[in-house]
């Protein structure tokens, strides 16, 4: 997970990686947002760039840093299987006293991969099969946050721990990790990913640092424009068909704005691309806003996890290069190819 892949948060991750660069990163954080603000997916890509051996630094544009997404710690975290990095988050008793996180990690790391970590614990629940509604942490997940923390890296690195959902601890649960939050080792961070509405032991908060997301309707506040919606659904009508006369059309219409909104209708156009993949794959409502109910209903099958990077890259490129002034029609035709074809992978 690079932060590229993140819609919006620049403020929050341009201070992250700050902070990272400066080597004063706090051993215990707190992300805090609303659940789909993607706190969860924010943690992943900052513990990547904290590992990352060629973090990348931009002199233009919004991010002033990244990870690099090649070497072998990026690899090894992009795909959550980097042995210094453990994910403790509400599991279901299985009949077992000695169940933990670490039986359910394979459905945990499926979860976050198809769902790019912006789905919510009742999604995740919905994968497992269990009594979910006592999916807690417990103490056997405390104590194996204190093995983890206490073991020599195997990467020679950081020791890193995310719990999601910290709220859900037991108070066995709560009370051994606060005693490792009083006694931090080197080199080892906890991150906690949390509601804003559901609240942890203050015990526990005093000894976080907390980063606060920008909510959802806040980061969008830029974005949202009445005439963007029309103007998408009438491009995306024409990279199914890919009649060049009536594509070249609706392309000038969007060459047409400023580069300003030109670059805001691409970001509207990868939301409305996110939350139609999360309709796919996490039942999520989305408002196409096409008039036309038959589209609506079924443009959202058409964002699978089989297209959703595809998308999400050839925007990126898109949005990188009218930042860079390139000719605007060459960029968004270039897009239509790039989306049209991932449409056909779905
Ligand atoms: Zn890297």
Request: without cysteine; negative net charge; glycine residues 10%.
């Given at each position: 997970m690079q932060f590229k892949d993140i819609v919006g948060q620049r403020d929050i991750i341009n201070r992250l990686t700050a902070v990272v660069d400066s080597g004063r990163v706090s051993h215990a954080q707190q992300f805090v947002g609303d659940?789909?603000?993607g706190s969860l997916q924010l943690a992943w890509a900052y513990l990547q760039y904290l590992c990352c051996e060629h973090r990348q630094h931009y002199e233009?544009?919004?991010?002033r840093a990244d990870s690099c997404g090649e070497c072998p710690n990026c690899k090894k975290i992009a795909q959550l299987m980097h042995p210094d990095l453990h994910f403790i988050f509400p599991n279901p008793p299985n009949g077992s006293t000695s169940v933990s996180s670490e039986d359910y990690m394979k459905e945990f790391r499926d979860f976050m991969l198809s769902t790019h970590a912006l789905g919510t614990l009742n999604d995740f629940n919905d994968t497992?099969?269990?009594?979910?509604?006592?999916s807690i942490i417990r103490e056997t997940d405390a104590a194996n946050i204190v093995r983890v923390l206490g073991m020599k890296p195997y990467e020679g690195g950081w020791r890193m721990v995310v719990v999601w959902?910290?709220?859900?601890?037991?108070a066995a649960a709560a009370n051994e990790l606060l005693k490792t939050l009083e006694e931090p080792l080197p080199q080892t961070l906890i991150i906690l990913v949390d509601n804003y509405d559901k609240r942890l032991l203050p015990t526990i908060e005093s000894r976080v640092q907390t980063v606060k997301m920008k909510a959802e309707s806040e980061k969008w506040k830029d974005v949202d424009n009445p005439e963007f919606a029309g103007l998408l659904v009438g491009w995306l009508r024409m990279l199914f068909k890919l009649k060049m006369k009536e594509l070249s059309a609706q392309v000038d219409k969007m060459a047409a704005m400023n580069r300003e909104q030109q670059k805001l209708f691409l970001q509207y156009a990868m939301k409305v691309m996110r939350d139609c993949f999360l309709n796919t794959t996490a039942g999520v409502e989305c408002h196409l806003g096409s008039g036309d109910e038959k589209f609506d209903s079924q443009f959202p099958k058409m964002i699978t996890t089989n297209n959703i990077e595809l998308i999400q890259s050839a925007f990126d490129d898109a949005i990188f290069a009218i930042e860079r002034n390139a000719y605007a029609k060459i960029v968004m035709m270039e897009l239509s190819f790039r989306i049209s074809k991932a449409l056909k992978k779905r």
């Open positions: 659940e789909r603000d233009n544009g919004e991010l497992l099969s269990g009594d979910v509604k006592t959902n910290a709220d859900r601890m037991n």
